[in-house]
Nanobody, 117 residues
């Protein structure tokens, strides 16, 4: 199973921006979807955004309008551009590939996003 690697997290003030990266070698050629989730301390993991093989994108209501998901097929990397960050966006962010067979990936280590008010 493929395991994606997340990066790009950090600490920012409210209103700031971050771009998270999710690299999963082979996901483009294997035609996998990619999803981002986040988990705040003491909370369940929640879905944030998805990008499908046909580049269709979806967003959770909590981030819609502030987050853009995109992919660089040449790099097998999916980006999560986050703007207008709020303290409630503070969480560990995870990505994984989804789909049948090879595409059913494992969770990565995550990347921490901390937003201070």
């Amino acid at each position: 199973q493929v395991r994606a690697v997340e990066s790009g997290g950090g600490s920012v003030q409210a209103g700031g921006s971050l771009r998270l990266s999710c690299t999963a070698p082979g996901f483009t050629s294997k035609r996998c979807n990619v999803v981002w989730y986040r988990q705040a301390a003491g909370n369940q993991r929640e879905w944030v955004s998805s990008i499908l093989t046909d580049d269709y994108t979806r967003y959770a209501d909590s981030v819609k309008g502030r987050v853009t998901i995109s992919k660089d097929k040449a790099k097998d990397t999916v980006y999560l551009q986050m703007t207008g960050l709020k303290p409630e966006d503070t969480a560990m962010y995870f990505c994984k590939t989804t789909g049948a067979g090879w595409c059913f990936g494992d969770w990565g280590q995550g990347t921490q996003v901390t937003v201070s008010s």
